[in-house]
């Protein structure tokens, strides 16, 4: 019983999540919290007297607490793409809850709310019991004294070897899990750096370019999931890939438009899609959600805004989006677009159900509804290429029919379906993906020829390191893709190079690409707007 109690003790808060799912596993780690607080109650019960019943409950009490912290901190990367950050969430709670009152009946919601208590409650009684167990074998000095040992040797051994930060991309096996302890510690400091003011961050590059250069024609910047430089590195997927790409090529050039190529390095790898849109779209590098949080919390300029200032109407294209973003405010757009405002009810696909190519025909017909008129700034993160990549959903060469309740004819949705991902080999189902993406892409151009428009198209991040492999580099492709002759010569004398394929060295890193696009998109106003 005394090796059950340490083992429910230690997995409660070392497990790990099953991504992308609520769900966890315990993979062995230790936990040095456990180790310190048996020490102590060690010394108590040596020096003193056991521990009283109301010690061990309000030991449990905390216990939980304790478990509840862990579970935020690797559930949320999962489930809502980004860190837990109290100072910022806690506020849109009373949001959450009238958004889940409004779709969900009352009694799913007692349900719901009963089946969390009654959760909270059994794990609140397992851990007492547990830690009863552990009181009571204090009493035999041989257990005590075994566990004694343990303890000392365990402290030791995390002060020797205490866990590393994770690596974006590597999967590293560590005797410790990081201290849960820790987690809180960071969402106090969350909380008095943001009460202090964010003098650590750098200051924001100056975004004063007039946007001469784009005015009168729309701005899509487009990020492309998982769309890494291995799709050119690595000669098994990118020779798959250059059909596709080839025909993206083809498709720009039969509608008048150019494009220019350069290669940056990415914020982030194999994941964590929000640090590369955050660096891009506020000129501050941010690699880590520390940064992040802190940049949330201050009152900077970014790309929407500047965009906004000079008339345009500012949008976010988020088909991902599934819950409440106070991103969006941060950012300065217009409009959003989430996936309950777009609306699908056709095939799921991925994780998030939506196919790219729907979420730009949904857009466009919503626009045309709205009679949107005027320069738009677009902000479209893909998510037909997440990872796992499968099943893929298949291109649809008649795009008003992606607008119907049947999309696709039963044969080619049998056939995207039977592709599942292979968890050994994700190569094929990545190379589906970015063909489907780039197919996706080019069929949109062509059903817009006529529109004059600006389009950035990069890689938030490189594929998971299953893909990537060992030791690749964190560099992301970059096109933009216009008809503007003067945008892109601003741009190729920035070192970008024609055509869809670069030169395979980074111009600088996501952060630095910003004051770039604002130098080629127009020229450095005497003053701001009014």
């Given at each position: 019983?005394?090796?059950?109690?340490?083992?429910?003790?230690?997995?409660?808060?070392t497990f790990e999540n099953v991504w992308p799912t609520p769900a966890v596993h315990w993979g062995g780690a230790l936990s040095v919290e456990l180790a310190v607080c048996v020490l102590g109650l060690a010394i108590v019960s040596r020096w003193s007297r056991p521990p009283s019943r109301a010690a061990i409950a309000w030991l449990s009490a905390i216990w939980t607490l304790l478990v509840i912290g862990h579970y935020a901190e690797v559930t949320a990367p999962a489930?809502?793409?980004r860190d837990i950050n109290l100072y910022w969430?806690?506020?849109?709670?009373?949001d959450v809850a009238a958004m889940v009152t409004k779709v969900a009946s009352w009694w799913l919601i007692v349900l719901s709310v009963s089946g969390a208590v009654l959760t909270l409650g059994l794990l609140y009684a397992l851990l007492r019991l547990a830690w009863r167990c552990i009181a009571a074998s204090m009493a035999d000095d041989r257990q005590r004294h075994a566990l004694i040992a343990l303890s000392v040797a365990a402290v030791a051994w995390f002060i020797v070897r205490p866990p590393k930060a994770e690596v974006p991309g590597e999967v590293t096996?560590?005797?410790?899990?990081?201290?849960v302890v820790r987690t809180y510690a960071r969402q106090v400091r969350f909380v008095a750096e943001a009460i202090a003011g964010s003098r650590a961050l750098p200051d924001s590059?100056?975004?004063t370019s007039d946007l001469s250069r784009v005015q009168g024609a729309d701005v899509y910047l487009v990020f492309v999931e998982s769309y890494g430089a291995i799709s050119f590195d690595r000669p098994a997927l990118a020779r798959p890939i250059a059909a596709s790409r080839a025909r993206l090529d083809a498709a720009i050039r039969e509608t008048g438009r150019q494009v220019v190529s350069a290669f940056v390095e990415s914020p982030t790898f194999g994941g964590s899609s929000w640090l590369a849109h955050i660096s891009l779209l506020s000129g501050?590098?941010?690699?880590?959600?520390?940064?992040?949080a802190k940049l949330m919390t201050a009152q900077r300029d970014t790309l929407a805004k500047a965009f906004g200032r000079r008339g345009f109407r500012t949008v976010g294209l988020m088909p991902g989006l599934r819950q409440s973003w106070p991103e969006g405010v941060f950012y300065g757009f217009n409009e959003i677009y989430g996936a309950e405002r777009l609306d699908y009810s056709g095939p799921e696909f991925g994780w998030f159900a939506l196919p790219d190519q729907y979420s730009l025909a949904r857009f466009d017909a919503l626009e045309e509804a709205r009679g949107s008129a005027g320069e738009r700034f677009i902000f479209f993160p893909t998510i037909s290429t997440h990872f796992p990549f499968r099943p893929t959903p298949p291109y649809q060469p008649d795009w008003p029919r992606m607008l119907t309740s049947h999309p696709y004819d039963g044969p080619d949705i049998v056939r995207a379906y039977a592709r599942q991902p292979d968890w050994t080999n994700f190569g094929p189902g990545y190379v589906e993906a970015m063909t489907y993406d780039f197919d996706m892409l080019a069929g949109y151009l062509k059903r817009h020829a006529d529109r004059d428009l600006v389009m950035i198209v990069l890689g938030d991040h490189q594929p998971p390191a299953a893909v990537s492999g060992e030791h690749a580099s964190w560099d992301v492709p970059v096109h933009v893709i216009a008809s503007r002759a003067a945008v892109l010569d601003r741009l190729l004398s920035a070192g970008f190079t024609t055509g869809l394929t670069s030169a395979r060295h980074p111009i600088g890193r996501m952060h630095q690409l910003l004051p770039m696009l604002l130098d080629a998109f127009g020229d450095k106003a005497a003053s701001p707007p009014a």
């Open positions: 019983m005394l090796v059950a109690a340490l083992l429910v003790l230690d997995a409660s808060l489930l809502y793409g969430d806690l506020r849109f709670i009373p096996v560590q005797a410790f899990a990081s201290p590059p100056p975004m501050i590098e941010v690699r880590d959600p520390d940064t992040n």
